[in-house]
């Protein structure tokens, strides 16, 4: 497992859209500011908080990396995630999360709709 870092963060997370229906993609980004000199190994993932049919929110996590970042870097990254319907996943509307989590720590939650 990486190590916990205590000299990396996330400068901001931004939804592009605040409103999806279904069958849309939401779009995120965010910066990772490696603040140390030296080079790191971090893991970025984001995790999307699903709205269950009783109302309660369920994580699921996806692997964005694993790799190297160079020291004193600032890098951004994008990624989209499809609400487009699918056998194993029933999507239900209203009020979703997303977060984004590097070396285990979850960090940056955002709030989007979904729309039938």
């Known amino acids: 497992m990486p190590e916990i870092l205590t000299d990396a963060y996330l400068l901001f997370t931004f939804v592009?859209?605040?409103a999806?229906?279904?069958?849309?993609?939401?779009?995120f980004c965010f910066n990772l500011?490696?603040?140390n000199t030296e080079k790191r190994t971090i893991r970025l993932e984001y995790g999307i908080y699903y709205r269950k049919m009783n109302g309660e929110m369920t994580?699921?996590?996806y692997k964005?990396?694993?790799?190297?970042?160079?020291g004193n870097s600032i890098t951004e990254v994008n990624r989209?995630?499809?609400f487009r319907p699918i056998t194993t996943r029933t999507f239900y509307p209203g009020i979703h999360q997303i977060a984004v989590?590097?070396?285990g720590c979850e960090s940056g939650k955002c709030e989007f709709e979904l729309v039938e």
Do not use: A, P, T, W
């Open 64 to 70: 964005i990396s694993e790799k190297e970042y160079k």
């Open 33 to 35: 500011n490696n603040y």
């Open 16 to 18: 592009f859209k605040q």
């Open 80 to 82: 989209k995630h499809s």
């Open 20 to 27: 999806l229906k279904m069958g849309d993609s939401v779009e």
């Open 59 to 61: 994580r699921k996590v």
């Open 101 to 103: 989590i590097f070396n």
